[in-house]
């Protein structure tokens, strides 16, 4: 009976050992796709967005560099995600898009708003630059790594750049497609944004500035507060799309050049330097100008060939008399000249940053040694070997609007740190170019020219008061057959109480300077009124 009960047991262990081998067989094959898929959920794809960045800020705090928030859209080949690209790309842009999905099985693009589509996934983000960036000469541009390669995105780059890139991570099966249910994981440096440097530039200043630089094809704007020396705005002609670099290097115009820090002949705009000399030394001087004067044998014409008739020197500021300055500038001391005009910082380096700097100034074989009396009639007038650059001739009209003194120019305010100003900028120490008589002096004959019906009448704002310069420089160059000349108009506003001078240059004569002058003083003066509740 135990051997019976034995055998029963024994056949009915075998029979659950033999039920229990089939379910699993039958379970196996019955969840063998979901097994599968379970571990196929390990695999994942990586997909790199851009680097973030550290943000360039202007004298207010407001972002230039990473300005606008966009969305980072990872695109799938998916009917559903290709059909809801239409309402926000053109044509052309799909179809390179399909291209990629085709190739790649993805493709990544920025958009102002967030796409909902199956196929489509989106990250928040910062753009750090695009073609509307402002002050692109100034600001400069990266590599594809992230790395500041030119401008302040270089000399500031170990502060503004970010080692680790962002990037998201998608959950895919053995095909390679995206698993429904997984959300994306997403690495995204977004703290980075709240430091950086903060500069000096105002934007809307610089908005300004270059609308109105659209005027001329080639050219300068610069635009300094009288009192700090700090740069508010500078404008390089043509400008060059961030998008399109290549295009860029392989224009003969040379956009990617920043012509705010070129040296450039200057002309007439160097007059109330002479102007300055000679009122420091009490000279008391008149000239008829018939249309030319000799100097040493050789005949110097005036711009009006016709004459001016009997000039003093308010009247030869007022009206550019070439003639009077030939003639005034042989009663000084030339080495008064090149030390005033050394001191105004005309031959000097302005140093912004590291890597952005002006070119250093000249005044060419005269530096070292006594010119002759043709060479200082030609300095009298801007021309000859002297060269300088658009910012640093500004400093000689912060002067005469600031009773004689002015602080070299500066672009850097300091570096932020979590939206903080941390380490602040010293201001460079004031210097004195001349008394504050002369500057008084000059000021009245400065004034005349938008006033007495001089020669920079059309530099005369609507909003507010100004005085200023006109100037007409001969660059030696010759193409089709005539002389390529460069216009300028320096200046400041208000007269009351000065706080803007701007610089404005236009290669080969092209745009009015004078005009550009006047719409900028305008414009700013709206602005300043509209942000004071004005």
Not at 506 to 534: H, M, P, R, W
Request: hydrophobic letters at 40%; a neutral charge; glycine letters at 8%.
């Amino acid at each position: 009976m135990q051997i019976s009960y034995k055998r029963v047991a024994v056949c009915y262990f075998l029979v659950v050992i033999l039920l229990f081998i089939c379910a699993f067989r039958v379970f196996s094959v019955m969840n063998k796709e979901d097994y599968k898929q379970t571990a196929e959920q390990i695999s994942s794809r990586v997909i790199n967005l851009e680097y973030s960045r550290g943000t360039i800020f202007d004298c207010n705090m407001n972002p230039i560099t990473n300005a606008k928030e966009v969305y980072n859209i990872v695109i799938f080949n998916k009917p559903t995600a290709i059909s809801a690209l239409y309402k926000h790309f053109s044509g052309s842009e799909i179809e390179k898009i399909i291209s990629e999905l085709n190739s790649n099985g993805f493709a990544v693009r920025k958009i102002s708003r967030e796409i909902s589509a199956d196929g489509i996934y989106c990250v928040k983000a910062y753009s750090h630059a695009d073609d509307s960036l402002l002050a692109k000469h100034i600001v400069g541009y990266t590599d594809i790594s992230g790395k500041g390669l030119c401008g302040l995105e270089s000399s500031f780059n170990e502060i503004l750049f970010c080692a680790d890139q962002n990037k998201i991570s998608f959950s895919i099966n053995g095909q390679g497609s995206v698993i429904s249910g997984y959300k994306p994981q997403v690495t995204y440096n977004s703290d980075i944004v709240k430091s950086g440097v903060k500069i000096t530039l105002d934007k809307e200043i610089q908005r300004i500035a270059e609308q109105e630089a659209m005027k001329i094809n080639s050219g300068a704007v610069v635009v300094c507060e009288i009192l700090t020396g700090k740069i508010k705005a500078l404008v390089s002609r043509p400008d060059y799309k961030l998008s399109d670099l290549a295009a860029a290097l392989e224009n003969e115009q040379e956009p990617l050049l920043n012509r705010t820090l070129c040296n450039y002949n200057i002309g007439s705009v160097f007059k109330p330097l002479i102007a300055a000399v000679g009122l420091e030394n009490n000279l008391e001087f008149s000239q008829d100008c018939k249309g030319y004067t000799n100097i040493d044998g050789l005949n110097f014409t005036c711009h009006n060939l016709g004459g001016h008739g009997v000039m003093n020197l308010k009247d030869a500021i007022k009206y550019s008399c070439n003639s009077f300055f030939y003639n005034f500038v042989q009663l000084m001391e030339p080495s008064e000249i090149l030390n005033m005009a050394q001191k105004a910082g005309i031959n000097s380096r302005v140093i912004l940053s590291e890597n952005l700097y002006t070119a250093k100034g000249s005044f060419g074989s005269v530096q070292n040694r006594t010119p002759t009396k043709r060479e200082l009639a030609n300095l009298s007038i801007g021309q000859g070997e002297l060269l300088t650059s658009p910012l640093a001739i500004t400093n000689l009209y912060m002067a005469i609007a600031a009773d004689g003194y002015y602080r070299m120019p500066s672009l850097i305010e300091g570096i932020v740190e979590d939206g903080v100003l941390k380490e602040e900028n010293v201001l460079p120490a004031r210097t004195k170019l001349f008394s504050k008589t002369t500057a008084s002096a000059l000021k009245e004959y400065l004034t005349a020219v938008l006033e007495e019906d001089g020669t920079g009448k059309n530099a005369k704002p609507t909003l507010t008061t100004a005085a200023g310069k006109t100037g007409t420089a001969q660059t030696g160059v010759i193409k089709n057959g005539k002389k390529v000349t460069n216009s300028w108009f320096c200046g400041f506003f208000p007269l009351e109480k000065p706080k803007y001078a701007v610089t404005v240059l236009s290669e080969n004569a092209q745009g009015g300077c004078g005009d550009i002058f006047a719409a900028i003083a305008d414009a700013v003066t709206l602005y300043e009124a509209k942000d004071n509740g004005n």
